[in-house]
């Protein structure tokens, strides 16, 4: 039997019903140490920001906090989240290319420390709502450098038109917005931020937009007397879902950015002071596990299905964009991987598939059936498609597992319906 964190999986599932979200917490808890460990500089200060899209929940924010992490949140839902573990809100990051009044608003009485504006026309706004705030609020610009990082290639796309940040190429209005908060004694305009992707496994494509990043705020001070102090990166630290992805060790990744970033520094005398990073997947994937229970089995002319008692409800990624992952049948982890399945959910959707051409031993009814590596982007973007209920998550550390999120029952789906 397959055991997380020293506990089996069929005591997980008897205890806690499938299809059920296990978080092996020393996983967490070791990356959230590594980051921070590894992202350190004598050259600048650093921050490491735990972009909070990946799995927002309250307890997973507390432990970001006990290891001194930043957070990055992008709506009004995050930053209640946060606020309501007592998240320490200078160190808290908003983002999001359209933050309604009400988003900016909340943003400001909570005391949010950084604020990242998107555009002109957000800088103006926020500008005027800030002018109320009792702190100073930091800013960033998100810039769009026009490169493109996902997987295992980065191209210089030169591609402009992303709905995020504004392009680097539009310096008009990269200054219009930075001037726009001159006169305002509330804020205090700090640098910018880029974010190329996600899954990134090319080392070489930070590089890159570092000496873009470091490029343009010279072209700043230069052309415009800007000196600018922060350069936030972004994320996209790539994880590992199966054999096939073998990201670049943490510790190269982070002495390949610090280093680039002290070589732009020297090399084109910019004055930037703070460097900040925002991983979210490569900080919960790898801890997260879903286990389902495997209901019936079929054959087709070409395929082995067994399907499962959950699927793109809880994770919506192989359905959303093909996302790779792997598996076993916990319960028959001595047997021989002898047949090639699909694992189809039971939702009401061809493309419900969740792994495609698996080897694993013949399954029947009552096995149980662990995806790996599901931890980010799964819960957050879990639906009630079908009408399914939200699994439950548990932490487990050391053999014990407690709930961080109970299950959802019918009663709570239906709560706000009249
Ligand atoms: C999504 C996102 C992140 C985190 O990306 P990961 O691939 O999960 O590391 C960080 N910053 C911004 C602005 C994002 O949009």
Same mark, same amino acid.
């Given at each position: 039997?397959?055991?997380?964190?020293?506990?089996?999986?069929?005591?997980?599932?008897?205890?806690?019903?499938?299809?059920?979200?296990?978080?092996?917490?020393?996983?967490?808890?070791?990356?959230?140490?590594?980051?921070?460990?590894?992202?350190?500089?004598?050259?600048?200060?650093?921050?490491?920001?735990?972009?909070?899209?990946?799995?927002?929940?309250?307890?997973?924010?507390?432990?970001?906090?006990?290891?001194?992490?930043?957070?990055?949140?992008?709506?009004?839902?995050?930053?209640?989240?946060?606020?309501?573990?007592?998240?320490?809100?200078?160190?808290?990051?908003?983002?999001?290319?359209?933050?309604?009044?009400?988003?900016?608003?909340?943003?400001?009485?909570?005391?949010?420390?950084?604020?990242?504006?998107?555009?002109?026309?957000?800088?103006?706004?926020?500008?005027?709502?800030?002018?109320?705030?009792? *702190? /100073?609020?930091?800013? &960033?610009?998100?810039?769009?450098?026009? =490169?493109? #990082?996902?997987?295992?290639?980065? $191209?210089? +796309?030169?591609?402009?038109?992303?709905?995020?940040?504004?392009?680097?190429?539009?310096?008009?209005?990269?200054?219009?917005?930075?001037?726009?908060?001159?006169?305002?004694?509330?804020?205090?305009?700090?640098?910018?931020?880029?974010?190329?992707?996600?899954?990134?496994?090319?080392?070489?494509?930070?590089?890159?937009?570092?000496?873009?990043?470091?490029?343009?705020?010279?072209?700043?001070?230069?052309?415009?007397?800007?000196?600018?102090?922060?350069?936030?990166?972004?994320?996209?630290?790539?994880?590992?879902?199966?054999?096939?992805?073998?990201?670049?060790?943490?510790?190269?990744?982070?002495?390949?950015?610090?280093?680039?970033?002290?070589?732009?520094?020297?090399?084109?005398?910019? *004055? /930037?002071?703070?460097? &900040?990073?925002?991983?979210?997947?490569? =900080?919960? #994937?790898?801890?997260?596990?879903? $286990?389902? +229970?495997?209901?019936?089995?079929?054959?087709?002319?070409?395929?082995?299905?067994?399907?499962?008692?959950?699927?793109?409800?809880?994770?919506?990624?192989?359905?959303?964009?093909?996302?790779?992952?792997?598996?076993?049948?916990?319960?028959?982890?001595?047997?021989?991987?002898?047949?090639?399945?699909?694992?189809?959910?039971?939702?009401?959707?061809?493309?419900?598939?969740?792994?495609?051409?698996?080897?694993?031993?013949?399954?029947?009814?009552?096995?149980?059936?662990?995806?790996?590596?599901?931890?980010?982007?799964?819960?957050?973007?879990?639906?009630?498609?079908?009408?399914?209920?939200?699994?439950?998550?548990?932490?487990?550390?050391?053999?014990?597992?407690?709930?961080?999120?109970?299950?959802?029952?019918?009663?709570?789906?239906?709560?706000?319906?009249?």
């Amino acid at each position: 039997m397959i055991e997380i964190a020293g506990m089996s999986v069929k005591e997980l599932a008897d205890t806690y019903q499938t299809p059920l979200m296990v978080y092996d917490e020393n996983k967490l808890r070791q990356k959230m140490s590594d980051f921070m460990h590894y992202f350190q500089s004598d050259t600048f200060e650093t921050g490491v920001l735990y972009a909070s899209k990946a799995f927002s929940c309250k307890e997973i924010l507390r432990l970001a906090n006990e290891y001194g992490m930043c957070l990055d949140v992008v709506s009004g839902g995050e930053l209640y989240t946060a606020g309501q573990v007592n998240f320490p809100m200078e160190r808290v990051y908003f983002h999001g290319n359209n933050k309604s009044l009400a988003e900016m608003k909340m943003a400001i009485e909570y005391g949010v420390g950084t604020i990242i504006v998107d555009n002109l026309q957000e800088a103006q706004v926020f500008n005027e709502l800030a002018k109320n705030s009792d *702190h /100073v609020i930091h800013i &960033l610009l998100r810039i769009n450098p026009g =490169i493109d #990082a996902h997987t295992h290639k980065y $191209i210089v +796309t030169g591609h402009v038109d992303s709905k995020f940040g504004v392009s680097m190429l539009q310096e008009e209005e990269i200054v219009r917005v930075i001037k726009t908060f001159d006169e305002n004694e509330h804020t205090v305009f700090e640098g910018f931020h880029a974010h190329i992707g996600s899954q990134i496994f090319d080392k070489n494509a930070f590089a890159a937009e570092i000496k873009k990043m470091f490029g343009f705020v010279k072209k700043m001070e230069e052309d415009h007397g800007i000196v600018l102090n922060t350069v936030n990166l972004g994320g996209g630290f790539a994880a590992t879902y199966t054999d096939a992805d073998a990201p670049i060790p943490l510790p190269e990744v982070c002495a390949t950015i610090l280093d680039t970033a002290k070589a732009q520094q020297d090399e084109r005398q910019t *004055h /930037v002071k703070k460097l &900040l990073i925002e991983p979210g997947r490569s =900080i919960v #994937a790898e801890a997260g596990s879903t $286990i389902y +229970t495997a209901g019936f089995t079929k054959q087709t002319p070409n395929k082995n299905y067994v399907f499962v008692d959950g699927g793109m409800a809880d994770n919506i990624r192989p359905a959303l964009y093909q996302a790779a992952y792997d598996a076993d049948v916990a319960n028959k982890d001595d047997q021989p991987k002898t047949v090639t399945y699909t694992i189809a959910g039971k939702c009401c959707e061809s493309g419900d598939l969740l792994i495609e051409g698996i080897k694993l031993p013949p399954c029947q009814a009552g096995d149980l059936i662990i995806v790996y590596t599901t931890g980010a982007y799964g819960y957050s973007m879990a639906s009630h498609y079908n009408k399914l209920p939200l699994p439950a998550v548990v932490f487990v550390k050391d053999g014990k597992a407690r709930v961080v999120i109970e299950r959802e029952s019918y009663e709570h789906m239906i709560a706000l319906e009249k």
